[in-house]
């Protein structure tokens, strides 16, 4: 099977999962979802833990910015076969450093009003990532121009939520399609597809500890109550998500190109 045939049928179960999202019962947002383990103060910080644990964030997507701008001085490019590939990955560290700032202005004083701000990036950034999937296994034109598309579905699927919980009936469908959905896209395309660069096998790393981060934060209070006391799930899943982005940034500066031109 070709690759554009793969794109329409990629396109076409996108349309249905969407469907499904639109026409299956609302999902809502569980009534004790702001209510996280760890509230401990320090250093007069409510909910210190789950705040600062969020620089990872910032270090790991600053580790990814200052990479990308170093391989525009690059005198041989090898991360890259064509330099606007980068484009997706730009996206990616930008909103990872976007999330360092919503999720600490989140957890300051959890809300839903403040929650939006905390998912609008993160949903972001993963359709970066499909991006970039789509760039590297199947073609590159294709997912340049699939990046501001999915971008934007993304960032409406935050603010549709929103808007669902200001009317009384929060409805996650549409976020939880675009979060869970992309990830599944990712793994499946890499598991088709065989990439243009070396190294490409480790994005199954970096979604399986993706994976065990939201474990982490299913089991924030239980991880309390195991570790007594000592750190939350929550907490974890800040960390290892942030691990977790810090993994890509290794595998761009490791990899190099070993098919230099997308075959469409």
Do not use: C
Request: charge should be positive; proline fraction near 4%; avoid cysteine.
């Amino acid at each position: 099977m070709n690759k554009q045939r793969q794109l329409w049928i990629l396109g076409g179960l996108s349309i249905v999962v969407v469907a499904l999202a639109w026409l299956l019962p609302s999902f809502s947002q569980p009534a004790n979802y702001h209510d996280f383990a760890d509230r401990r103060s320090f250093f007069g910080i409510p909910n210190f833990n789950d705040v600062m644990s969020n620089l990872g964030f910032f270090f790991s997507a600053a580790a990814g910015i200052v990479f990308l701008f170093q391989i525009y001085r690059m005198p041989v490019q090898r991360s890259f076969a064509h330099l606007n590939e980068s484009l997706p990955y730009w996206v990616l560290f930008l909103s990872v450093g976007m999330v360092t700032f919503g999720s600490i202005g989140y957890h300051l004083a959890p809300d839903n009003d403040r929650l939006v701000w905390d998912r609008l990036p993160i949903v972001i950034a993963l359709t970066a990532l499909l991006s970039a999937t789509l760039v590297e296994r199947i073609d590159r034109t294709a997912g340049l121009w699939a990046l501001p598309i999915m971008a934007i579905l993304a960032a409406l699927s935050a603010g549709y939520w929103y808007w669902t919980e200001l009317q009384g009936k929060g409805n996650l469908n549409f976020y939880i399609v675009t979060q869970f959905y992309s990830i599944t896209i990712i793994l499946w395309i890499s598991s088709q597809f065989p990439s243009r660069y070396s190294h490409a096998n480790d994005i199954y790393l970096v979604i399986a500890l993706y994976g065990v981060a939201k474990v982490a934060e299913m089991l924030d209070k239980s991880i309390f109550v195991w570790t007594q006391g000592y750190v939350s799930g929550h907490t974890l899943k800040h960390l290892i998500a942030a691990y977790a982005v810090y993994r890509i940034v290794q595998m761009l500066q490791q990899r190099r190109v070993i098919q230099p031109e997308t075959v469409s």
